[in-house]
């Protein structure tokens, strides 16, 4: 098992930025990936972020270029930096992990962004 925990959400202006902390615990040893996603309402769940646990990473295009996951702390953490923020940024952003040889899959609670001036 592995629990995630977000935090960081909030308001924020067009063209500013946003930190969104993911605390894993539990069997992180297991970890083999961690993926961040977002909802928009109305909108299905897309996948923003990728990170293996060789390090590789991978980004949505409308997000290159302005946001960056990394893994710190032996994965304990799950650092997602988020600049130049734009109004169709706001959704709400999950972590998630994927784990073991059968790839099970753990979320976040999710926490809330808005883009807005």
């Known amino acids: 098992q592995v629990q995630l925990v977000e935090s960081g959400g909030g308001l924020v202006q067009p063209g500013g930025s946003l930190r969104l902390p993911c605390a894993a615990s539990?069997?992180?040893?297991?970890?083999?990936?961690i993926g961040w996603y977002r909802q928009a309402p109305g909108k299905e769940r897309e996948l923003v972020a990728h990170?293996?646990?060789?390090?590789?990473?991978k980004y949505a295009d409308s997000v290159k270029g302005r946001f960056t996951i990394a893994t710190v702390n032996a994965k304990h953490t799950v650092s997602r930096q988020m600049n130049s923020l734009k109004p169709e940024d706001t959704a709400v952003y999950y972590c998630?992990?994927?784990?073991?040889?059968?790839?099970?899959?753990?979320w976040g609670q999710g926490t809330q962004v808005t883009v807005s001036s």
């Open positions: 998630n992990a994927e784990a073991g040889i059968t790839r099970d899959n753990y």
């Open positions: 539990g069997s992180i040893f297991s970890v083999t990936a």
């Open positions: 990170i293996t646990g060789g390090g590789s990473t």
